[in-house]
C-alpha cells in the first residue's frame, strides 16, 4: 500500500481510475533502483536530493514518489558516529552551560571538555551531535526483491490497494469464491452473497460477494482500508475476476472498477486463505465434535445454497460416509434485528436441502425457523454436541433402513473372511444396514466373517498352551485380525502372563 497522498486516480466521466504503471515506465523504474543502489555509503539527504533531481526530470512525479517509497521498505539506514549521539548532545549542552558558549572559541572550549567527559576527540563529539537525524543517517543496504518489473507489478498491485482506502462497498465476482468468502470472515468484513443476471461470455462467476465493513449495520462507514487492501491480494490472486467499490471522494460518491484484465497481480502471493471461524460458539463446537467417533465428516464453509436471487454459505455441512447425503447446519447466534430478519429470509427461500439452525435462545425464532421447515436446536451460550448427534442420528436411522431395504436378503463375498465394516462400505452402507441379511457361506464371527472350513482348519492348528503372539500369526495367514472373536468361537481363552502375552487355553 502506499500513503493516500501518492494515489494516482483519474476521475474522468465521474469514475475513479487508478493510473496503473505500464510498460513504458519501465526504464523509470531501474533508475529509481539504480539510485537507491547507488547511494549506498551515503547520507538519507543525498539520496532525497537525488530523488527530487529524478522527480523533477520524470513528467509524473508522484510516480517517482511511489516506487521510491516501496523500495525505502526495503533499505537500512544506520546512524554513523563514534559517539552516541544522544551521549554527545547531553555532554556537549552541560559543558557549554560551564562555559557560556557565545563565540566560536567558547564552542570549541565547550566541544573539547565534553570530548574529556566523553573520552573522545572534539570533532569526534561534534559529528556526533546530529548525526542519528534522519537527513544524515547513512544508508546501509539496498535489498529489493523486485526487478524493474516487479516493481511495476508490485506498484500497481499498491496503487490499488490505496484506491480502496475510501472504499464503502466493494462487490466481487471470483473464480474462486469459497476461498474469497474464507478471506473475508478471516478479515472481519461483513457480506452477503448475491445471484445476478451474467450477460453470455462474462467470466468469473455468476455469484457475487458484497463486501461493507464490520459496523456496516449500525452506522455508515468509509474506512476499512487495511481490510480492504488485504482482501485484494486473495482476489487479484483468483484466475479470473472483477471487481467494483463504491468510493466516498471527499463527499461524492464515485465507482472504482478492476478486474483480472487489469495491471494488478500479486508478487510472491500471499492470499488471506486460512478458514477461520466467526465466533467463539462455532470454533467450539467444530473442536467438540471433531473429537468424536461418527459416521458423519464435519465440512467447514460447504458449497453455497441458493436462496431466491442470492445464495448463503451455511456454517458447516454433516457428510455421511456411507451414502451421498448431506445436512447442513447453520449456527444462528444474537446479533442486530436487520441481520435476524435477512437469516430468516434467507432460510425461508433456501432450496430444498436438509438444513438444522442452532439458534440463541435470546432471539426467540425457534418457532418462526420450524415454520420454514427447518430443524431449530435451541441453544444458550454453546451449542451442546449431544443435542446436534440425537438429530443426526434419526437421519442415520432412516438412511440405514432405506440402504438395508434397498440390500438384497442374502450375500456370498467372495473371500473366505471379510470384516462387515468393508463389506457395508463395499455396498455403500453402514455395518447396521446389514443386520437383517443372510450371509448363508459365512459364519459371524464377531465383526467378521468366516467361511467354516477355515474355521476347521483354524481348529486343527490352534491346541492348548500355545503362545498367544502364534494364534495371531496363524490368524493373520487367513486375514482374520479380531483374535479374541475367532479364539472364542472355538472354545479358547487367553490366560495372560502380566502385560507381555498369553496362553491359550480351553474355556
Request: charged residues 30%; hydrophobic residues 40%; glycine residues 6%.
Amino acid at each position: 500500500m502506499l500513503r493516500k497522498k501518492l494515489l494516482r486516480v483519474s476521475r474522468a466521466g465521474g469514475g475513479y481510475h487508478p493510473q496503473f504503471a505500464r510498460r513504458e515506465h519501465r526504464p523509470l523504474a531501474a533508475r529509481v533502483i539504480g539510485t537507491f543502489q547507488g547511494h549506498v555509503g551515503e547520507s538519507q539527504g543525498d539520496l532525497e536530493d537525488a530523488l527530487a533531481d529524478l522527480e523533477r526530470e520524470s513528467d509524473d512525479f508522484k510516480l517517482v514518489r511511489g516506487l521510491a517509497a516501496l523500495l525505502d521498505r526495503e533499505t537500512t539506514f544506520e546512524t554513523d558516529a563514534a559517539v552516541d549521539p544522544e551521549r554527545a548532545r547531553r555532554a556537549a549542552f552541560e559543558a557549554a552551560e560551564d562555559v557560556g558558549v557565545a563565540t566560536e572559541s567558547e564552542r570549541e572550549a565547550a566541544l573539547a571538555q565534553a570530548g574529556e567527559r566523553l573520552g573522545s576527540s572534539p570533532s569526534a563529539v561534534a559529528e556526533a551531535l546530529y548525526a542519528d537525524l534522519e537527513e544524515r543517517q547513512l544508508l546501509t543496504a539496498v535489498d529489493p526483491p523486485w526487478n524493474p518489473d516487479g516493481l511495476l507489478t508490485q506498484y500497481n498491485l499498491s496503487l490499488a490497494q490505496t484506491a480502496l482506502f475510501d472504499a464503502t462497498e466493494v462487490r466481487v465476482r471470483s473464480s474462486d469464491p469459497k476461498t474469497l468468502v474464507s478471506a473475508i470472515k478471516r478479515l472481519r468484513l461483513m457480506y452477503e452473497i448475491r445471484k445476478p443476471p451474467v450477460a453470455p461470455g462474462d467470466a468469473a462467476s455468476e455469484r457475487e460477494v458484497v463486501v461493507t465493513g464490520p459496523t456496516h449495520l449500525f452506522r455508515s462507514t468509509r474506512r476499512y482500508g487495511t481490510r480492504f487492501a488485504r482482501l485484494l491480494r486473495t482476489i487479484a490472486d483468483a484466475e479470473t475476476w472483477h471487481l467494483e467499490a463504491t468510493i466516498d471522494d471527499r463527499g461524492t460518491e464515485r465507482t472504482l472498477a478492476l478486474s483480472s484484465d487489469d495491471p494488478v497481480t500479486v508478487p510472491n502471493a500471499d492470499p488471506v486463505t486460512d478458514v477461520s471461524f466467526d465466533s467463539g460458539v462455532e470454533a467450539d463446537f467444530a473442536a467438540r465434535f471433531e473429537r468424536l467417533d461418527l459416521d458423519w465428516d464435519l465440512v467447514r464453509e460447504p458449497e453455497p445454497l441458493e436462496t431466491g436471487t442470492r445464495v448463503m454459505i451455511p456454517d458447516f455441512s454433516f457428510e455421511y460416509a456411507h451414502a451421498a447425503f448431506r445436512v447442513y447446519f447453520e449456527i444462528m447466534g444474537f446479533w442486530t434485528p436487520e441481520y435476524v430478519e435477512k437469516k430468516l429470509s434467507q432460510l425461508e427461500e433456501v432450496e430444498d436441502v436438509e438444513l438444522v439452525v442452532a439458534v440463541d435462545e435470546s432471539l426467540g425464532v425457534g418457532e418462526e425457523i420450524a415454520a420454514r421447515d427447518h430443524r431449530a436446536i435451541p441453544y444458550t451460550g454453546t451449542v451442546r454436541v449431544k443435542d446436534v448427534v440425537d438429530v443426526l442420528r434419526e437421519y442415520e436411522d432412516d438412511l440405514v433402513a432405506a440402504s438395508a431395504a434397498d440390500l438384497p436378503g442374502e450375500l456370498i463375498p467372495e473371500e473366505d473372511a471379510v470384516e462387515l465394516e468393508a463389506l457395508a462400505a463395499r455396498h455403500g452402507v453402514g455395518v447396521d444396514a446389514l443386520a437383517d441379511v443372510a450371509f448363508p457361506e459365512h459364519d459371524r464371527v464377531g465383526q467378521t466373517l468366516v467361511r467354516p472350513d477355515v474355521l476347521e482348519s483354524l481348529e486343527n492348528r490352534i491346541e492348548p498352551g500355545i503362545d498367544l503372539s502364534a494364534v495371531e500369526s496363524t490368524l493373520e495367514e487367513y486375514g482374520l485380525s479380531d483374535s479374541s472373536a475367532v479364539l472364542s468361537r472355538l472354545g479358547y481363552r487367553v490366560e495372560w502372563e502380566g502385560l507381555g502375552g498369553g496362553t491359550v487355553r480351553e474355556q
